[in-house]
């Protein structure tokens, strides 16, 4: 994704919680494309980048004359972002305030209201974020914007109260876990707590609903947390985007490179080269690639632009997908490597630069051993 297009760490925070339209996606890897080309020219000038804002800011506003339903509000929140980019703060706060607050989402206003704090208006944000909290959603909605609330706009008695509402609300184990789970993400960007809290909460939540998918998922990151070279890398199973069941007992024996990464990001490309030359070394290396992104089908399509030679695995949920989730991975791209007893041989590789490319292939020979 583009540093600009989608900059503010809240438009993150809507994109993996809430399904793009299929009009909207397709611009935004428009987007995306441009910016990755831009990228890849040799130290692109302020100038050229000032130049594809200014034509994206263009398109952008022909597409939300004739944009509907979500469209229009994820849109504007596009706007707002390159006006800030292009320090155009009128224009930002007019694209903000264009919003309905009675048809957007509460999470979208949340992210909007994020927005008019950046811009120093505390009438926009205030107004935002009134009209968020009487729009109805479902919870994982809710909790995502407990999270907004308690940690991007420091309004952590409102978050409190959207947390504990669903806890009261919620009819099964099942339901406790999973809101307890957001509770326990909203809590380590806290200021005012201690440290290691999140963790803290992190093992209350598996010891205390160990048989709950939210509760395995917190063990799992527990576990991730204090992974070293040596330990036991975390079984998964997984379905590629081409249908393709996956599963880390059916590669034993073998090396595994775990490929977390963004389809659109500029670095990918590279990242793939570099995974490729590795394999031409290590025949048996076995790749997983899992994306971070939240539209499985253009995964699926730019998977096939990027002519990948390994699976990929998409569940639409962005930075909540499953395995970025229990292998505790929260950047892409990032690989870690497992070698032949499925332990972990490397951690946190990007394959960069000259350094990264050295230190993967190292990593995969080693692991190959």
Known sequence: ????????????????????????????????????????????????????????????????????????????????????????????????????????????????????????????????????MKRPAPVEERMAMARVLMTLLREVALGDKVIADALAAAKDDEARAEVRWHACDAIREREDLEENSYYVALEKLAKDLPGTYWGGVARDRLEASRFAPGSAAIAFTATATDGTKLGLAAMAGKPVALCFLAVLDPSTPDLLQRIEAARKETPDLQVVGISIDTDPALVAARGKELGLRFPLVCDGRGWMADLALRYHVETAPTVVVLDRKGRISALNLHGGGRDGETELREAVLRAAR
């Open 1 to 132: 994704m583009t540093p600009r297009v989608l900059a503010a760490s809240a438009l993150f925070l809507l994109a993996a919680l809430l399904p793009a339209q299929e009009s909207f996606a397709r611009l935004q890897q428009r987007f995306g494309m441009q910016w990755e080309q831009l990228q890849r020219a040799e130290q692109p000038t302020r100038e050229q980048r000032n130049a594809l804002m200014e034509q994206q800011e263009r398109e952008l506003t022909a597409f939300l004359e004739q944009a509907a339903g979500d469209d229009r509000w994820n849109g504007r929140l596009m706007l707002a972002d390159i006006h800030m980019g292009r320090g155009n703060r009128k224009g930002a706060v007019e694209a903000l305030t264009a919003i309905d607050r009675n048809e957007a989402s509460g999470l979208l206003l949340l992210t909007a209201a994020e927005m008019a704090q950046r811009l120093q208006d505390k009438d926009l944000r205030a107004g935002l974020v009134e009209a968020a």
